[in-house]
Nanobody, 121 residues
């Protein structure tokens, strides 16, 4: 099993940037980010294979968000640029047994605790 700890959330104005980090302990796995707002299902944001060679981002964030990982630190990042108020959500780090370009929450083996991102207009 793997333990995930997120950091980097906060409050930012529309058009601003934030970088989320997710430090993993345990085995190396494919990883990704989901986000959730109250009353809605958790939605896929981005994923990256365990080696970092394959990445995928949701259409809603494509061109604005970039996922990456530092294998030496076993840490994954989500660089979020040109943030919009609709990006406001709790962002969750996730680990997968198998990489997927469009995973479902049911595919997740381990979750982080979540970090709040709030974008003001």
């Amino acid at each position: 099993q793997v333990q995930l700890v997120e950091s980097g959330g906060g409050l930012v104005q529309a058009g601003g940037s934030l970088r989320l980090s997710c430090a993993a302990s345990g085995r190396t796995m494919s990883m990704g980010w989901f986000r959730q707002v109250p009353g809605k299902e958790r939605e896929f944001v981005a994923s990256i294979s365990w080696g970092g060679g394959r990445t995928s981002t949701a259409d809603s964030v494509k061109g604005r968000f970039t996922i990456s990982r530092d294998a030496a630190k076993n840490t994954m990042y989500l660089q979020m640029n040109s943030l919009k108020p609709e990006d406001t959500a709790v962002y969750y780090c996730a680990a997968f047994t198998v990489y997927s370009s469009n995973p479902s929450p049911r595919d997740v083996a381990s979750w982080g605790q979540g970090t709040q991102v709030t974008v003001s207009s």
